[in-house]
């Protein structure tokens, strides 16, 4: 999975289960960082969304349910 497909995903599944815009996902979600897998051996990436409390705890919640599917991606 790369960074692109792993963002595409996220704002699919949260427009999809909350409404709003693909927009207003993409900007909340913000960046993926990746981290080398040598110093992150369990999951290679991460998020820090920014935005609403509400909006951002349903991110939350989707990213623990992606990082166990999709621990590793690449750019």
């Not at 693909?22 to 897998?37: A, N, V």
């Not at 623990?64 to 999709?70: G, T, V």
């Amino acid at each position: 999975m790369t960074v692109d497909k792993l963002t595409d995903l996220l704002v699919a599944k949260l427009l999809r289960d909350h409404g709003k815009s693909k927009h207003h996902w993409r900007t909340l979600i913000g960046p993926i960082r990746l981290y080398s897998r040598a110093t992150h051996p369990h999951c290679n990436w991460s998020v820090t969304p920014t935005g609403p409390f509400a909006d951002v705890a349903r991110l939350e919640t989707l990213l623990d349910e992606l990082r166990l599917a999709h621990p590793f991606v690449t750019a």
